[in-house]
């Protein structure tokens, strides 16, 4: 299951090398059926993986407003942050996945196995929203395909090699 | 990572339900930046989920074609009849994650847990596109949540229950 951190982890690079070749007005432009705007939905991506990992690990949430990174370089910086540090969380081995996760913006606790499939799924379904948004503006979208990549795993205790 | 097959089943069935609220019309229109029309993207997740599962077992596609199955209800019992075959092979066992997978339509051989996590995050995709095209057509779409569903474990051997 890790693997599948590895490859949105790849595949949002993707996008954000993509989302480069795009002016500031289509990347901010609000759009129907995701979460907003182009730029908005790669920061939300990261921004939900990060505060979902860090509930998992027992640690408080650190949010930064979207407000406060609007311009592709800065929620691409962000990303890159956010994200070395989930990896570096998942190397430190993945807890107990029967275990629960409280966190201060859900409703009940969740199981830890499910937060992560959550956190996979999460990305992976707005990064299809994207994908029609790419080519609603003329563009082809950066491949969801997971065969044909190098996909590394993510290294750590038993669990986690379980987890692959 | 077999509770997100679990997952995906779930998500297309509260996708067939939502579809049967819409016109043909609505139903065959071709849409940009998916694979055509929503029911030949409900059609095409479950006919890539068969034949790669297939695939994976070693055993030969078995093609149904969509001119074949043009309505609703025809596509829904089609996925519904591969699913079942798709869910027992799965009980019966998941197969050496590391060996590879040889199909037809394959221009290289993958490795077999790689199929496996493409045919999840296929799924995923496709019904990400789906999402946009609900509301672009004012309905309100399925949700995405991998938290707050009962998804089931889908039992087999040891190696099944390492993939949870």
Redesign the interface.
Known sequence: ?L??FT?NWQVREEWFEWAAELSEEELLKDR???PGSILFTLYHVADAEYSWIRAVYGLPDKPVSFESVRSLDMVRTLSDKWNREVRNLLESGVPD?EGTVTAEW?P?P?RK???L??I???E??????L??????IGHK?VS??????E?PAIPGNRSSS???
Chains 1, 2 share one sequence.
């Open positions: 299951m693997t599948l490859y129907t059926g995701g996945l859900a009940v969740y196995g499910d937060v499939r959550h996979i799924a999460h992976i379904h707005h990064m299809g929203q994908s029609v948004w790419a080519r609603e979208p969801a395909n997971v065969i044909g990549r996909l379980e987890l692959k």
